[in-house]
């Protein structure tokens, strides 16, 4: 196994609300290869933007990292000084957000803005500015990319001003890319052809990628590894095609039952029972117990993440040693 | 872009049209001219004579037909107070009330966005608090309340600035301007100051709440985790995002300070259009208050136009809505 590109331990970030901190993440430890694409799943409200946005250091107040380490390339990034988080934003990480008619400023012509981008880390000359924001729109798939540049952003349709927005993010090559759902917001059909596009972009660029997104089915296209998180906390993780085949966490289990694919014709589609808990009254012990149909009196201590080989998982009782084994 | 031009010329001469009735109305029609232009010891033949020569024993629509003929052709009238052409006497006392609201609101301006947005960017430190309670002074305060005290402090105790005129004047396009010379602008500096304050005001607070909802846009997100740099994200990103109320309320008050920077210019005895048209209303001389109503209906208009002309130079999505 190389050296990791990424690695991220015991990562708490809470924010200080008036009912109390709220521990939007809460030990969180993964690590990301060189050039790898790791699926990160999970419900509305599970964590997975705050993960992303810890990564990069954008945790504003009343949020803080509360403990924890992410090592880029080894280098510690938790604690850095603004500038030096600065530095490493959009050209060692950066990131895509989810809704690119919010993210792209619709007062600034897109080379402009590319412009800026680019000047966040170094100065260049208004051509040769231009020649590079240019070359990275035809990457993405923008035809006729040099005039496109003059246009705004509410002159493309949304898959396009998505593809802007990656080129972006793509702007100073970095090692990693933080993708926060960056299809959720777009036609299923434009959604496809992205996820097609970005991973082939990463394959040849040799990018990595976090890719987060509340779908199971849309991760699972993409990545090569899944880490499933509920409640702040990582449940599961593993090789996208192991944990699909035979996941270890009842939570996991849950989610995949609840894809359209697996519902039997005619047939209504299986939900998980109850909801996702206020992170304010979690239950003592494993999160989900109170959803799990497998719960035992001991699920009210918290179980470790126990990993054995590629595989990880958090439950007292994972389905595998019961169930299929 | 021109049909739009075009659309708006249209409206404007409506809106003129509208005001000139307005104002005929209000002037003319209501009151009797006649016994403020002769003597009320004059014979009943002086008076018919006086009424026919005035044109006021025609039906009320020939009047006003006639009313908007001379304001067609330019001809505003005589004043009775100072016997000279309307034109001419307005156009002597516009510059110092135009020299004076431009200071006013452009100083407000450029030191009220800057600060509000820094209020508005760290809302939590002292100097955010600061420039907060300035800002409701600026409200709360009255403004002829403030000119005294200004007077007061300055002029009469310090002694460091003159209480009133316009001081020094210089050449520029053949119009006396004080700004151009020392003297003229110490002269200017009060009163300047005096307006600009309530404006300053409504700046910060205008800029202060755009940029905190801009901060927390996912634009900005966006453009710091492209690494751009605070005072980037600041003067490229959010100033672009707060100008169109900005601009707006610029231009709404340069239009109210042309058309009633009164008060200021009572207190400081500026020479503008605002202590003139007090003085041709104490003194009922109805062709300068007449010639001042259209100017100001038409500077109203004027600035709107360019206002919103500047919101299609601001934002992209209101050009394309408008082609
Ligand atoms: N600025 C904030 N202040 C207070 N709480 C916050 C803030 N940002 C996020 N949270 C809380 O942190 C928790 C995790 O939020 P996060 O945005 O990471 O969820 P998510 O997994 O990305 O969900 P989604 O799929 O809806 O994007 C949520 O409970 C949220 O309410
Ligand atoms: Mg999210």
Redesign the pocket.
């Given at each position: 196994m190389t050296a990791p590109l990424l690695q991220v331990e015991n990562l708490a970030?809470h924010?200080m609300?008036r009912s109390g901190p709220?521990k939007?993440?809460d030990g969180v430890s993964f690590s990301v290869q060189p050039g790898e694409i790791v699926g990160l799943v999970?419900?509305?409200?599970?964590?997975?933007?705050?993960?992303?946005?810890s990564i990069l250091g954008l945790?504003?107040p009343?949020?803080r990292i509360a403990g924890g380490s992410v090592k880029l390339a080894g280098e510690e990034l938790v604690g850095l000084p603004p500038s030096a988080l600065r530095a490493i934003r959009g050209r060692r990480i950066s990131m895509v957000f989810?809704d690119p008619s919010a993210t792209l400023n619709p007062v600034l012509t897109i080379g402009h803005q590319m412009r800026l981008a680019i000047e966040a880390h170094e100065t260049v000359g208004e051509k040769a500015a231009r020649d590079r924001a240019a070359e990275a729109l035809l990457r993405v798939g923008i035809p006729d990319a040099a005039r496109r540049l003059d246009a705004h952003p509410h002159q493309f349709s949304g898959g396009m001003r998505q593809r802007v927005a990656i080129a972006i993010a793509l702007l100073n090559r970095p090692a990693l890319i933080i993708c926060?759902?960056p299809t959720t917001a777009l036609d299923v059909s434009i959604q496809a052809q992205i996820l097609t596009e970005m991973k082939a972009l990463a394959r040849d660029l040799g990018t990595a990628m976090i890719w987060?997104s509340?779908d199971l089915a849309t991760v699972s296209s993409i990545a090569s590894r899944l880490l499933v998180?509920y409640a702040?906390r990582i449940i599961e993780e593993g090789p996208v095609a192991d944990v699909l085949r035979a996941p270890h966490h009842p939570y996991t289990a849950g989610l995949l039952a609840s894809l359209p694919a697996n519902a039997e014709p005619g047939q209504d589609l299986v939900q998980i029972p109850g909801s996702t808990p206020?992170?304010f009254a979690l239950p003592p012990g494993c999160a989900f117990s109170p959803r799990c149909p497998h719960a035992r009196p001991q699920c009210g201590t918290m179980p470790d993440l126990v990993r054995e080989g590629a595989r990880g998982v958090r439950c007292h009782f994972p389905l595998e040693i019961r169930g299929r084994a | 872009m021109i049909g739009f031009v075009i659309h708006r010329v249209m409206q404007a001469v409506v809106v003129m049209a509208v005001i000139s009735l307005l104002v005929f109305i209000g002037v003319y029609a209501i009151g009797n001219p006649i016994d403020v232009l002769i003597s009320p010891d004059a014979t009943q033949q002086m008076r018919e004579d006086a009424i026919r020569a005035y044109g006021l024993d025609q039906p009320l629509w020939k009047q006003y037909l006639d009313f908007v003929t001379r304001l067609l052709h330019g001809d505003f009238g005589r004043s009775f107070v100072y016997n000279m052409p309307v034109l001419e006497l307005i156009g002597s006392r516009l510059p110092a009330t135009t020299e004076l609201a431009l200071a006013a609101v452009m100083g407000a301006t450029l030191l009220g966005v800057p600060l509000g947005m820094y209020a508005g960017y760290r809302p939590e430190s002292g100097l955010a608090k600061a420039i907060m309670a300035i800002s409701i002074l600026g409200f709360s305060v009255p403004t002829f309340w403030i000119g005294l005290v200004l007077i007061f402090t300055f002029a009469v105790q310090l002694g460091w600035l003159p209480a009133g005129g316009r001081g020094d004047t210089a050449m520029l396009f053949g119009i006396e301007w004080s700004f151009l010379t020392r003297n003229g602008l110490t002269h200017l500096f009060l009163p300047a100051l005096n307006l600009s304050l309530f404006k300053f005001a409504m700046m910060v607070r205008l800029a202060r709440a755009g940029t905190r909802e801009t901060m927390l846009t996912d634009t900005v997100k966006f453009a710091r985790a492209a690494g751009e740099s605070e005072w980037t994200i600041l003067s490229r990103h959010v100033l672009r995002l707060i100008a169109i109320p900005i601009v707006t309320v610029f231009g709404l008050e340069l239009g109210s300070t042309l058309a009633f920077a009164v008060v200021t210019e009572t207190i400081f005895s500026w020479p503008g259009v605002g202590k003139l048209i007090i003085d041709s209303i104490s003194s009922l001389d109805r062709p300068v208050m007449v010639a001042y109503l259209m100017l100001v209906a038409f500077f109203f208009i004027l600035i709107n136009l360019a206002v919103d002309l500047s919101y299609a130079a601001l934002d992209p999505r209101l050009r394309a809505r408008r082609a």
């Open positions: 970030t924010f609300t709220l939007a993440v999970g419900e509305s409200g599970s964590g997975k933007s705050v993960t992303g946005f945790i504003d009343p949020g989810q926060d759902e987060i509340h998180m702040g206020s992170l | -």
